[in-house]
């Protein structure tokens, strides 16, 4: 995903402040209403990317620049920092081993942590450049990594944490999903592609093109009527059949979207969109249909986010910027900071009863 920029300084502490902040216009048809409910100051130094809500151990995983972030969905206080991560993009977390995964792009490696403790435990090279999404496939049992310089996928075995395959993408790769059941996608950004990766022999068997789709960046998937959901960058979410990759259908979102996430138990679709500051909230009515029933305003730059199935809240975090510094010879494409101690958490919910922070 598109790293957010850097800051210059850095904040410590964490505070919980608030009830709801925004609210939603009312959602169309009796679709619950979702506004932000609550949010954790953080602060600190550095952008930031994918987020991943684990329920099983109750923490929010946050890829911040040079770390991770663990911060604990009870109350969003922050459980520890895994340092060591050189641009992180993402995370695999596999309770069956008990280890976590963070996809480090400046370093080229992985770093894994021990799940319990919360400390890391070593690192993994990968056979390509910039790895930024990664997942840990059921199927075959290994960790796939996403590599956007070198535009190719890495298969790692975690058992000998060795690369054990490289898959050439043919574009620049972003997010991928698995089913579990030995098939994986994921967008091509620079083509605008779906592609679709056999685990089992660690092939690439399929490509779609997408269709009324600029730059796809965010996906998520609904395993029980096998469709996929692209968000793209002309203000599209995109649904593909995962069967045949036929297009479903198209769906307006809000501006500048990073990152998607579908509720299987609601039937909602959600991509967050970091350049106008909303959460497009889209209905599921059946497998072919879907209506956009809120753009709920959040803040700009929280462009991804993670879903708590469990409690069906929407993790969000964005920050303030100062200005952009003048262009030098050492950094010639600079990035505006993050305002010092302006980082920080949104938690999205609704009015349906369910949800708890």
Not at 72 to 78: E, F, K, P, Q, V
Request: glycine share 10%.
């Amino acid at each position: 995903m598109r790293m957010l920029p850097a800051s210059l300084l850095c904040t410590a502490g964490l505070l919980a402040i608030g009830f709801p902040l925004h609210a939603a216009p009312s959602a169309a048809n009796g679709a619950p209403v979702y506004s932000v409910v609550r949010q954790y100051a953080i602060g600190g130094a550095g952008g930031w990317d994918y987020l991943v809500a684990d329920p099983q151990s109750g923490h929010l995983f946050i890829a911040r620049s040079d770390r991770a972030l663990v911060v604990n969905l009870a109350d969003g206080s922050l459980a520890t920092t895994i340092p060591g991560t050189a641009g992180i993009h993402g995370f695999a977390i596999v309770h069956e081993l008990g280890r976590g995964y963070t996809s480090n792009g400046r370093a080229d490696n992985l770093t894994v942590f021990d799940l319990a403790t919360l400390k890391p435990t070593g690192t993994i090279a990968v056979s390509g450049h910039n790895p930024d999404a990664i997942l840990y496939d059921q199927a075959s049992r290994h960790l796939f990594t996403f590599n956007g310089r070198s535009k190719d996928v890495s298969v790692i075995d975690p058992q000998t944490e060795k690369v054990v395959a490289t898959i050439p993408a043919g574009g620049k790769p972003e997010f991928a999903v698995s089913d579990g059941k030995g098939r994986i996608f994921f967008n091509i950004e620079d083509t605008g592609e779906l592609a679709q990766i056999d685990s089992s022999n660690a092939k690439l068997v399929a490509k779609w093109k997408l269709e009324d789709c600029e730059d796809p960046s965010g996906l998520a998937f609904d395993e029980a009527r096998h469709r996929l959901f692209s968000v793209c960058q002309n203000g599209r979410m995109v649904v593909t059949d995962s069967v045949s990759g036929k297009f479903v259908a198209s769906v307006a979102i809000g501006k500048g979207p990073d990152a998607a996430a579908y509720d299987a138990q609601r039937g909602f679709v959600f991509s967050s969109n970091g350049e106008d500051g909303t959460l497009t909230v889209v209905k599921q009515v059946d497998a072919d249909h879907y209506r956009d029933v809120a753009n709920v305003p959040t803040q700009p730059s929280a462009r991804t986010l993670a879903l708590d199935p469990q409690s069906h809240l929407v993790y969000l975090v964005a920050a303030k910027f100062g200005p952009k510094p003048e262009p030098t010879k050492e950094q010639p494409h600079p990035r505006a900071p993050v305002l010092d101690g302006s980082f920080r958490v949104l938690v999205v919910g609704s009015d349906a009863g369910a949800d708890r922070p």
